[in-house]
Structures are given as C-alpha cells and as structure tokens.
C-alpha cells in the first residue's frame, strides 16, 4: 500500500498537465502512486499521461466524463486509490520540491510513523492540512493565504474543537492530505456541482477525530488568467446556497458545539455575502438570492453569534432583517464609491469614433459574417476556406472580407469586401453576428453581447507564441504589450486547433475562456480534395516545367536578423549540385512580401507574392523548410520533407520552441549546404527512412485535418448545430492525398 495517493483531474488544462504530473514523478519521496484523471481515452489529457505512465509503474490513469464535473473525476480517483493518504491536486498546479518528504515527516511526528491502517502506533490524523502558494499566472508576488490560518492551530496532532476555524472553508480541498480509511468510513465524496470543495471540507472537518497543519508549503497554484470558475458570471451561484445550507445542516445534525458552528457560519456567510455584493457573478436573480440567504442566515444563526464589525457587519445585519432594499442601496453606494470605468472603443478619427459608437447601438445583424486573414493582406488561408464553405452550406448569411487599402485585387470578384480603416469597415465590425479572424481584429473593436469571434490560427505552433514569448527578450520587444494581447483573446468564442499538441500550446500561449474546436484547418482541405488536373493546373500557373521535380523552399522568419536574403541559402548552386530535373519554387515569409517578384532564373521560380500558399504546396513534389509550420500543412500531403537547420541552436535560444525539432522530424534533417543538396542527388530525401519519420510526423500533426474541417466549422458556428452532430474526423489511414505530380509522371 503506498503512502500517497495523488490524484490529478486534467479536464480543461491538458495545455499544463505535464508539469503537474512531472512535479509529482520529480519529488525525492518515491512511496505513491499517481492517478491522473482523464475525460477518455482519446483525449490530449490522456496522451500526456499514458505517456507518463508507459514509464513509471506508479502512475495508473483513470476516466471520468466531463460531465461529471470536477468532483466526478476526484471522486473516480479516489475510488481507484489504495494509499493511506489521498492528496487531489489540480492539473494545473505542482507539488513543491520536497513536498512529499515534508507530508511524510509530518505525518510521522503527529501518528506515530507510516504504519497504514491504524494500529499499535496510536491514532492516525485524519485530515492534515498544509500551507500552498497562490502564483499570479503573470505578474505579481505569489502569496501564501494559508499561513495565518494555520499559525493558529496546535504544534501537535489536535482534535478540531482546539481550532474552530479549521472549518473546511477557507482551505481548498487541495490544500491538504486525508486518510482514505477515514473518507471510506465517513462515505465522504466530493458532491456534484459548483462549490464542491465546500461541501466535501466541511464535512471532513466536521468528522474528523484529528487534525494536525504542516506550516510549509506543498503546493503551487496557478492562478488562472481568466479566473477561478466560481468567478465568473452566472446562475452557478445559488448552488453556493446549497453547500452552504447542507454544511450547516450536517454539523448541526452531528451536534457540533457553537464554538465550532459560530466559525462555519461566519466563513460561509462571508462567502455568500460577497457573492451578493459582487456587481458581476449574480446577473440576474439576485433578490431571490439575498432573500433565500436571509432565510438560510436567521435558521441556522448559532446562539450566542456576534456578528462582525464595520462594513460587514452592517451586511450581516440587514441579510438577518431580510431588508433587501436597504441592502441594494448600501451595494449602490459602495459601487458609486469605488467608480465604474467605461470601456470605449478607439478608431482613429472624432467623426470614425462617434459613428462606430452610434453604429454599437444597433441590433446585430444576424446573417452577416466578417473575414480577416493576416491583418488584411488578402483572401487567403483559414477564414477565406470557411467563407467559400459558408457560401456552400449557409447561403443565406452575407461575408465581408476586410482587405488592406491596396489589396483588393486578392479578392475574387465575386466576393464582397471592405477596406480596413473605411466606413463600411466599421459598420461590419459592428453590426456583425459572425467575425472569423486568423490573427486578431484591432484594438479598438468591441465583443458585443451576442456576436461570436472565431480565432482560427494559421498555423501549428512549433515556435512560442502569445504569452510563451515573454521569456525571450528579443520576441518580447517587438511583440507589443501582452495585456493588449490577452484583451483581444477575452473576445474569441472559438479557438480552432488542427492537431491536439496544438490545442495544448493554444492553452498556454492564450489563456482565455474561449472553446477550442479540434476540427482541422480549413485551408488544409484542398490537400484531400484536390484533383490530379488540379495538381497540373497549378503547375502551369506557376510555370513549373513538364517533368521538372519542383521544391518548394519556404524558410521561416527570424526575429533575431533582418531582411530576407533566402536564409543564407545559395539556391543556384543548390540546383546545380542537386541535380538537372530540379527547379526550386521559392516562398518567403509573408513579412517579406512586398508585392514585387525577386530575382529569378530558369531553375528558380519566385512564388512568395502568390495568393494560395496552398496551391504552391499542391505544385511542389517535395518541400525543404526551415522551421515554417508550412511543414505541418505540407505533411497532409505525404510527400518528403526536408528540414535545413543550419541555425537550429540560435533560433531555439532567442525564438524558443515548444519541442526538438531535430529529434522528431518530418524527413531528413540537414546542417549545411552540401548536405542539403546530396539528400536530393542520392534520393534519400524520399527513401524509405524518410518516409517513416513522416508517416510519425503526420500521426501527431495530422490529426484532425481530413478535408471536412471548413464544413464542420461553419455547421457548428455558422449554423449552430450541437457537437454531436458534427462530423467525426476520418482515420489518417483511410484518407487520400492529392496527387504530387512526379507520381503522374512515372505513372
């Protein structure tokens, strides 16, 4: 039986679970087994931790539905738990260096050593509770709100009439380590529903026998950048009523003495009276919520209660009157006191302003739909592919697709437009029910009630991005305020992910409270449907050679150098030395499209300034990149990869990067030169090694595009369908890729 049970419930933060699990499998204490708490097999969750569990036995994954909420999944650990001591730790949180040992020791001091069930040692504790770190997720000291609490309990083992404020209130239920024999005999289980840690403390403080503090702390919480959930707004909070009413129900049925219900009482009043304070948790409902408190309040008061003093105990006064309408004037007051900031939108110009403020006033429009794809740089990648499926499936919603001044002529002309800064800009960003971004609208547009923004990405994250970029100075000084950053993530509903290493690094770069949406790039569905005319279309175009071997270069951007020089790349002597059939088609970064052709020759074609990064994809039969998510998107097509990382060491240090490249890459990767070239004039960049590091490649990034994403994202966003109706995403095995060209020819 091991010493330690922890269980680790993971739904919604599977962006941060392997730090949890790490800080766990890290600790000098090795007596526990492990448990983390998975919403299903087929979740990111569970592949962080079946990876953690392939190698160390300790760790035992289990499944608990999302549905079943947080005290589901605590419960479902604890039911598969076998140590003496159970410890729930959240999936974003860590143990402190030494946080085991430290139980360990305590535990020792206070029952006699680690004897499992109780036995001639003497009693055991039931509950030990220990000191934990609340760490602002940006900036900010981390503060230690257990100390005073526990500064005033006993040094020893004690029972818990010698610490009345030990409620089970104040503490989180992570803040502290149980003995499983004593929830087993109790039957205490976490109950559904909001406020879960409340109902279950209560209770374990009101039955437990003993109780002993570890005044150090164990655990590291991470606040969330949006918040706890019992913080946001919602009808949630009468539940904060049920535990309320249940825990004060359950110690007076256990005949608690009012020296130990006059603490329960007041911690939880202290609660309830905030949440009926507060100006945005209670949106609607909020007399019914005082009135039910003021019921709650005058039944369960103990004898003897005294209630506090200054503004609290004015609020505790008149919750015990019931005088509600004195109590909304004292909530008015307070809140004219403390000032109400407005939130005003910021285009340019006194006239622009006014009029966007005018046009904010008016109903949305329903059936209108804005696109924007990399700041206005034309119609291209995710949002275009969704406004053609939309045209398809919902022709009865209107798309306006925002183009820079100058780049109206990368919209079809049958596709309606509106140059950003201009009237008609304004009034679709205001009016509109639908807006589809691939980067992020301007600061000054604001999330109306009702409307609902799709962030979709425009690539899989292989370099740091959002908030990750903070660390490394040279990304962080052209990357703009963060906080405006994150303003601008407070207005995305959706958030759209084509593989699940994704959605995990969306988590961590944009906090937020949006939903992600695991249905693939749209602007990734050509690569499966696709046509071999199509194929030979594009190459025509493109002026690709009949039965050249066309490879396509397209290196990243560096932050940490300027200008554009084909990443230091000789591609003239490349074509020479790789062999007489290969002509490069050359794609830069779009930083660097000036709209203008770069120097070009018989063998090297400039394709940066064309619209379709996906048609130049479908042109090339085989790709070298740097350390470009084009990779990623070119993978859907099954054709060799070639990786020149001829400054992987720098880029990693001043860009950082999510993982090593160079150990788990898409083909054959290369450090110079003359390397470079021999892959291609031996073909080991298409042998069959190659092809097996990009069959593993396109396992993990390949996940979810499948050709359907641009119709699963205009069905459940556009058209409101519910998720299940949604289409599954086919198994990688039984999709086919467009056909490469090369194939045609030796066909």
Not at 645 to 669: I, N, Q, S
């Amino acid at each position: 039986m091991p010493r330690f049970s922890i269980i680790v419930p993971s739904h919604g933060v599977a962006g941060r679970l392997s730090q949890a699990l790490d800080s766990v499998l890290a600790q000098s204490f090795g007596d526990f087994e492990l448990i983390p708490v998975c919403d299903g097999p087929d979740c990111a969750a569970a592949d962080i931790a079946a990876d953690r569990a392939a190698r160390d036995s300790r760790v035992a994954p289990v499944h608990s539905p999302p549905s079943a909420g947080p005290a589901g999944a605590r419960n479902t650990g604890a039911r598969a738990a076998t140590g003496t001591y159970l410890l729930f730790l959240d999936g974003d949180d860590v143990l402190v260096p030494g946080a085991l040992a430290a139980l360990d020791a305590r535990l020792a001091e206070t029952d006699g050593g680690p004897c499992g069930p109780c036995g001639p040692c003497g009693p055991c504790v039931d509950v030990l509770y220990f000191e934990h770190e609340r760490v602002p997720w940006w900036e900010g000291e981390p503060v230690n709100p257990a100390a005073p609490l526990l500064a005033k309990a006993p040094a020893g083992a004690f029972a818990p009439g010698r610490a009345p404020h030990l409620t089970g209130v104040q503490l989180p239920a992570w803040s502290a380590v149980y003995r499983r024999a004593f929830l087993a005999e109790r039957r205490l289980e976490f109950p559904a529903g909001h406020y879960t840690d409340i109902g279950f403390a209560t209770r374990a403080a009101a039955d437990a026998d003993r109780m002993a503090v570890l005044r150090s702390v164990v655990v590291r919480h991470l606040v969330r950048r949006q918040g706890s959930r019992l913080n946001q707004p919602g009808e949630h909070h009468a539940e904060l009523l049920d535990q309320a009413e249940l825990a004060l129900a359950y110690a007076a049925g256990r005949g608690l003495p009012a020296e130990r219900r006059g603490p329960l009482f007041e911690q939880l009043f202290a609660l309830i009276l905030k949440t009926a304070t507060h100006p945005r948790r209670l949106t609607r409902g909020r007399r019914a919520f005082f009135r039910r408190a003021s019921r709650l309040y005058r039944r369960h008061r103990p004898a003897g209660f005294r209630t506090p003093g200054g503004r609290l105990g004015v609020q505790h006064r008149l919750l015990a009157s019931g005088s509600y309408t004195a109590f909304r004037a004292l909530r008015a007051a307070n809140r004219a006191a403390g000032g109400i900031l407005a939130r005003l939108p910021r285009p340019r110009g006194l006239r622009t302003r006014l009029r966007y403020r005018r046009l904010l006033r008016r109903p949305l429009d329903p059936h209108l739909v804005v696109y924007c794809a990399y700041w206005g740089r034309g119609y291209a990648c995710n949002p275009a592919a969704i406004h053609a499926k939309a045209r398809e499936l919902a022709p009865h919603l209107r798309g306006v697709f925002l183009v820079e001044a100058g780049q109206e002529h990368t919209v079809p002309k049958d596709v309606e437009h509106a140059v950003i800064g201009s009237r008609r800009y304004w009034e679709a960003l205001a009016r509109a029910k639908y807006l589809v971004n691939n980067a992020n609208f301007a600061e000054g547009v604001v999330k109306r009630p009702g409307s609902v923004h799709l962030q979709t990405q425009h690539g899989t994250p292989l370099k740091t991005m959002g908030v990750d970029q903070s660390t490394y100075p040279v990304v962080a000084a052209a990357s703009g305020s963060f906080a405006k950053l994150l303003g601008r993530v407070d207005r995305w509903d959706y958030n759209l992910s084509s593989n699940r290493h994704s959605t995990q690094m969306w988590e961590r770069a944009f906090p937020g409270s949006y939903e992600h949406l695991e249905y693939g790039y749209p602007r990734n569905d050509v690569y499966y449907t696709a046509t071999a005319d199509d194929v030979a279309r594009v190459r025509r175009e493109l002026g690709v050679p009949e039965g050249r071997t066309a490879v396509l270069y397209a290196p990243t951007h560096r932050d940490h150098a300027s200008g554009f020089g084909a990443g230091g790349l000789d591609l003239e002597a490349f074509c020479e030395a790789a062999g007489e059939d290969v002509v490069v088609l050359l794609r830069a970064h779009y930083f660097y499209d000036r709209g203008t052709r770069r120097e070009a020759s018989d063998r090297i074609i400039d394709v940066t300034g064309h619209r379709s990064s996906e048609d130049v994809c479908l042109a090339a039969d085989a790709l070298i990149t740097d350390y470009s998510s084009i990779m990623f998107d070119y993978a859907n097509l099954d054709r060799p990869i070639v990786v020149y990382a001829d400054d992987w060491d720098v880029y990693r240090e001043t860009r950082g990067v999510y993982f090593d490249l160079t150990a788990a890459p898409p083909g054959p990767v290369v450090h110079t030169p003359e390397e470079l070239a021999r892959v291609f004039r031996d073909g080991s960049y298409a042998d069959a090694g190659s092809a097996a590091l990009r069959a593993a490649f396109r396992e993990r990034f390949c996940e979810f595009d499948d050709g359907r994403a641009a119709e699963r994202v205009v069905r459940r966003v556009l058209l409101g369908e519910p998720p299940e109706a949604i289409a599954p995403v086919a198994p990688l095995a039984e999709r086919v890729p467009a056909p490469a060209a090369a194939t045609l020819v030796r066909s």
